[in-house]
């Protein structure tokens, strides 16, 4: 199977970057992507009769893909402008586009309390008005982001970590499911 995981942020020092590089041994039986979301021109309806040749490369690896998992940093109350922008390229024609029927799941983070918490509500209705299939699970919210990495940006906290390895099992359990229904 192929996976999708998508970062809101792409900075130098980026949490949501170095937790997806933590994902990567859980998929181990799997293909994964990380597509450079922070490449992709602002969405308008303008260049997208055109379809770029980014963003048709883009939305073949969402299509191609067997669910896709978001891991975002909580800016503002809601999620970074680089997430909704790819959501927005990827959510055309609306009601049947790539994300209509397809599992996803979401782990943010954050350095207060909240971990997220809010980022991920509005990932929830953002994505259910693609219709996409969301898998209703524990969430994965990580808090008190900024302690749980060493200095090479690796996942120390080991309760973390067992979160995150569950997490994606679950995720995968989920997709192989939505593709054994698919399928029949």
């Known amino acids: 199977m192929q996976f999708i995981l998508l970062s809101g942020s792409f900075h130098s020092n980026s949490r949501s970057l170095a937790i997806i590089e933590a994902l990567k041994p859980f998929f181990d039986e799997h293909t994964i992507k990380v597509p450079q979301l922070n490449e ?25 893909a067997h669910g896709i998992l978001f891991c975002t940093p909580e800016y503002n109350h809601s999620i970074p402008a680089v997430l909704k922008n790819a959501i927005d390229w990827a959510s055309r ?13 979401f782990i943010t983070q954050a350095a207060s309390p909240v971990g997220g918490a809010r980022a991920q509500a509005h990932l929830k209705l953002i994505l259910d008005s693609t219709l996409a299939d969301i898998h209703i699970c524990h969430e994965m919210m990580i808090t008190g982001v900024d302690k749980i990495f060493d200095q090479e940006m690796t996942i120390t906290d080991q309760n973390v970590v067992r979160r995150l390895e569950r997490h994606v099992e679950g995720f995968i359990k989920f997709s192989e499911e939505r593709f054994k229904r698919t399928d029949t």
């Open 93 to 105: 024609p609306a009601f049947n586009s790539v994300l209509k029927n397809m599992p996803v799941s």
């Open 40 to 64: 992709l021109p602002i969405y308008c309806e303008d260049i997208a009769s055109d379809k770029p040749t980014i963003i048709g490369d883009f939305l073949s690896e969402l299509e191609a």
